[in-house]
């Protein structure tokens, strides 16, 4: 079939909007029409040219909700009208890591995922001239109809609105997650998050939710203050504002260091500022963000010799097929809020300027309907 999507053809330029080539779905593949996307700052990251794993052309996106079109040869969990959320961390339930309680990892398809191909090795994608496109994070939600494996599909309750629930495919589910499953929060807790926008704003309302006494806030932009608030943030710090030395500072207002520190930022110098700035003995520092290709964080040994750990977050530590229907229906009952953090809802031919609003701190989540 054709379907029209962004394709980013090469790192740093704006992605265009074109007609392509896609492929019906293999063996354990499905074929999935997107009705919503968000944007989130990974795929600005890829597309910058900075993540590692970036390879072009491809189709981005991976912050998705849309409905099962056909199933290939052997799919058994899903059929064509169900409605779904694709994951980037998909859920196999029978690889050493699924298997394993510590980690949400799946690795049935990472290989050939982080290649941009289907785990036969080949790309369904490809522009009408026959040039093959990569697909991205297993994903590519910036296709108005795209292939996964089943097992990087979730299924969601019907009566969910696609352009709200595709937010849970990352930013929702890996801020929450990440207090719930990776951090797990304990009542009364004091909390620093560094960066407000898409990720962060998530890490407060789960901090919330966990009964977070305090939910300290750190950005360099205060035109983020209003909803973080809005989300629970007790207290906020910018950074430029702070006389001396950021760290004492931070360390003074939680009365002796977090107990939790989120880096939602992916810059490596906050990386260590949130794992400074957590309580001695006891503090973790969660990372979120993900930084550039070549970046490193260090630290004194001496933070971690004293009690400090840091630890990392991939999707929130959620299992993607078993939480992700659990989140909708979270939403569904108002137990957690997303409507007010998608600032903006854009048409496909308007995904540019969706990024560009993201480099201005304008928007927190803008979001494509197709
Ligand atoms: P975003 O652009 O919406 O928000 C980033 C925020 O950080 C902005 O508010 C910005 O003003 C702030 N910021 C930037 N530099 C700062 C600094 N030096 N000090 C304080 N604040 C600063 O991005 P997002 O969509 O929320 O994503 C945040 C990070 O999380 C990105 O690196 C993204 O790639 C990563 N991410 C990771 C996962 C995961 O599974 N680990 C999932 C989604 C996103
Ligand atoms: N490809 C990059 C790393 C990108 C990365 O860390 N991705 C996160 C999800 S970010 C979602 O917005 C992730 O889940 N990583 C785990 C994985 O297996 O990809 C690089 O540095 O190579
Ligand atoms: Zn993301």
């Given amino acids: 079939m054709r379907t029209t999507a962004a394709v980013a053809l090469e790192a740093g330029k704006p992605m265009e909007i074109m007609e392509v080539n896609l492929d019906g779905p293999k063996a354990g593949e499905v074929l999935v029409e997107i009705k919503a996307t968000g944007l989130c700052h990974t ?9 590692p794993e970036g390879a072009f052309p491809a189709i981005l996106g991976h912050e ?15 059929e064509p009208g169900d409605h779904v959320i694709p994951l980037y961390t ?19 398809v990472r290989a050939t995922q982080g290649q941009g191909v289907m785990p036969d090795g080949t790309s369904r994608f490809s522009m009408l001239d026959g040039t093959p496109i990569l697909h991205y994070m297993g994903c590519s939600t910036f296709s108005n109809h795209t292939v996964l494996p089943e097992i990087a599909l979730a299924k969601v309750r019907k009566d969910a609105p696609f352009d709200k629930i595709c937010y849970i495919g990352c930013g929702v589910t890996t801020g929450i997650g990440a207090v719930i499953n990776t951090a797990k929060v304990e009542l009364g807790s004091r909390c620093v998050v560094f960066g407000l926008g898409g990720i962060g704003l998530n890490v407060i309302q789960g901090l919330r939710m966990a009964g977070a006494d305090q939910i300290v806030g750190v950005d360099l932009n205060p035109s983020k203050v209003e909803m973080a608030t809005r989300f629970g943030m007790t207290d906020f710090v910018n950074p430029n504002d702070v006389d001396g030395d950021l760290v004492g500072h931070l360390v003074e207002l939680t009365g002796g260091g977090a107990d939790y520190s989120f880096d939602a930022t992916g810059n490596v110098k906050v990386m260590r500022d949130a794992l400074e700035c957590a ?5 973790e520092s969660i990372i979120i963000g993900v930084a550039p290709a070549g970046a490193e964080i260090s630290t004194r040994p001496f933070q971690l010799v004293t009690g400090r750990v840091w630890k990392g977050t991939a999707f929130g530590g959620a299992r993607g097929r078993t939480d992700v229907p659990k989140i909708v229906d979270w939403y569904m009952q108002g137990k957690i809020e997303i409507d007010p953090m998608i600032t903006h809802t854009l048409k ?3 995904i540019n300027k969706g990024f560009e609003m993201m480099h201005a701190g304008e928007s927190i989540r803008s979001v494509v309907v197709y």
């Fill in 43 to 51: 795929d600005d990251f890829t597309l910058s040219g900075a993540d």
């Fill in 64 to 78: 998705g909700a849309g409905v099962v079109v056909e199933v290939g040869p052997g799919v058994t969990s899903l």
């Fill in 90 to 108: 998909p859920e196999c339930r029978e690889c050493d890591y699924c298997l394993n309680p510590k980690t949400n990892l799946c690795q049935a």
């Fill in 279 to 283: 309580h001695k003995g006891w503090g």
């Fill in 348 to 350: 496909l031919d308007e």
